[in-house]
């Protein structure tokens, strides 16, 4: 036996599973791949959203279609608009917005959703910015036609309370293929997103196949501690103050983590939107684009959370303020490593794990828990100190076991006074505009803050169950549909849809299905992350 044959031999079952003949993808995005062609389609407007160009599949091979147009742009006639059309394929909008059967219960219309949201990866266009993937998948829904990074765990868990446990397995497969393939999960399987990720949550996903029974935990221990390497990149070598890619070296030596973006050019999906933005900013273009990608990174974009002065989206900066859920996630990313190190016979792996956790939970004490305030704030290394504002991420320490007893009982009664709404949990303290404040609420937030509080047996929990399974309810039976997000200020049986940010509400919706089924299936029990 060779030594490449010993080694795939001893491989967990699972990796060799994982290693299937994939189509290679272009990892060239289409701004890389379409140059002044792109620049063109994106600031004159041929489509009306920045993401439909960008999800367009071509006709020919990219390389013709760039020489075509070079050639024929100097044509007195030239229409960009019929270039566009004959040279590139559309993408479909995605029926996600299917409206009830007549008589189907909130419960059962989720249930019929997973087929509509479901996309089968070898129907995969070629030469497109989508990254192929070996496995079937559910994507969120609406304009939202791809693998989304952090939004599919919560959608998994609605698969889970359907007992839909076969694509569980294999979306938690493409996640770690994406981990082998190009050492981080993207924001999703699109070329454009290749130099960012999202909140991991890959950890939650493996927790869940654990849980559920769909894999062994353990064969995914490769990816999980190399995607850990991918957000500790850089650390060692930061003195206190420097702070490099996802990395920050706090002044007394502690280790946290921000959001960050390897690119300081536009978004490709929003190209528009950046530039009019970065416009309004007296700071140079690429920073104001790299904070703006940041902000995608994280999942909330975007709100007041990463803004100086909230409402204003051209002062946004990112990449100085230290996320307390980013932190907790990859507290719960170092506990299940070393639990599974442990499991494996590795005990010295598993206390060096351990000993990395300890760590980020005592700076996460010393530097994102406020006694003032009685909650978790995130900190802002411009000016020093803790941002003033509360946001619904105070509530994902609870989640996954880093609070005390004592934090978390504090956490509940801040929450109450500044964020609790009518219709749930509200996402911030301020009505910006932006879709990641008020009165918006997310599904996700109320999982993690539902999951967080009852974890410490608050009462908390169950209203903000209580009143976000009353939001969608009532959202429900009047329009026939689940969306993106909902207005949290209306009281549940007014409740609305929200809006605000840079496209319209979406129907669909992945996380929404998921952690809504969820919480009518379990009550609020289920998978629990390490603690």
């Known amino acids: 036996m060779t030594a490449r044959a010993r080694r795939e031999h001893e491989r967990h079952p699972l990796e060799r599973e994982r290693t299937p003949d994939v189509e290679p993808a272009d990892r060239l995005s289409p701004a890389d791949r379409y140059l002044e062609l792109f620049e063109a389609v994106q600031t004159t407007g041929v489509f009306e959203d920045s993401k439909t160009f960008v999800d367009c599949a071509p006709r020919w091979a990219p390389e013709h279609i760039l020489r075509r147009y070079r050639r024929l742009v100097r044509e007195p006639d030239f229409d960009l608009v019929r270039f566009v059309r004959g040279h590139f394929i559309e993408p479909d909008r995605p029926a996600s917005g299917v409206r009830a059967d007549s008589g189907d219960s909130l419960r059962e219309h989720i249930s019929h959703l997973w087929d509509e949201l479901t996309r089968h990866p070898r129907s995969h266009p070629r030469a497109g910015s989508l990254l192929p993937l070996p496995e079937a998948y559910v994507v969120p829904g609406g304009r939202f036609r791809e693998l989304y990074y952090w939004d599919s765990y919560f959608t998994m868990l609605g698969l889970a309370a359907d007992g839909r446990i076969e694509p569980i397995r294999t979306m938690t497969d493409d996640f770690a293929y994406l981990i082998d393939r190009y050492g981080h999960v993207p924001n999703a399987n699109r070329s454009y997103y290749l130099s960012r990720s999202q909140p991991p949550a890959f950890v939650f996903m493996v927790l869940l196949c654990e849980a559920v029974g769909a894999a062994d935990p353990a064969g995914y221990l490769p990816q ?51 530039v009019a933005t970065a416009s309004r900013s007296d700071r140079p273009p690429a920073e104001v684009y790299r904070e703006l990608r940041a902000g995608a990174a994280s999942g909330w974009d975007f709100g007041s959370r990463w803004c100086a002065v909230p409402g204003d989206l051209a002062t946004i900066r990112t990449t ?35 000993g990395i956790a300890d760590e980020r939970r005592r700076a996460v004490d010393a530097w994102l828990w406020n006694d003032d305030a009685g909650a978790y704030l995130d900190h802002d290394l411009v000016e020093g100190s803790p941002r003033a504002s509360l946001n619904a991420a105070c509530a994902v320490p609870l989640w996954v076991g880093l609070a005390s007893d004592e934090q978390a009982r504090r956490t509940a009664d801040a929450v109450e006074r500044r964020l609790l709404r009518p219709g749930g949990l509200g996402t911030s303290e301020h009505e910006t505009g932006e879709q990641w404040d008020e009165p918006n609420g997310w599904a996700p937030l109320h999982w993690m803050a539902i999951r967080g509080f009852r974890r410490h047996g608050l009462g908390l929990a169950e209203v903000l169950r209580e009143r976000w399974l009353r939001s969608v309810q009532t959202v429900f039976e009047r329009e026939g549909k689940l969306v993106e997000k909902y207005a949290m200020h209306l009281e549940p049986e007014r409740t609305t849809g929200g809006g605000g940010g840079e496209y319209p509400v979406q129907d669909g919706f992945g996380w929404t299905n998921g952690v809504t089924a969820a919480l009518l299936e379990w009550g609020g029990d289920g998978p629990r992350p390490p603690g």
Request: one cysteine or more; proline letters at 5%; glycine letters at 6%.
């Open 320 to 354: 100085s303020i230290v996320p307390v859920d980013l932190n907790a996630f990859l507290y719960a990313l170092e506990r299940t490593i070393a639990r599974l190190r442990l499991s494996t016979g590795d005990d010295a792996g598993a206390a060096e794990f351990d």
């Open 224 to 274: 999980l501690e190399r995607e850990h390497a991918w957000w500790t990149d850089g650390a060692d070598g930061l003195a206190p103050g420097e702070a490099l890619r996802h990395c920050v070296r706090l002044p007394d030596g502690a280790l946290l983590n921000r959001f960050w973006d390897d690119r300081d050019t536009p978004r490709e999906e929003s190209y528009r939107e950046d």
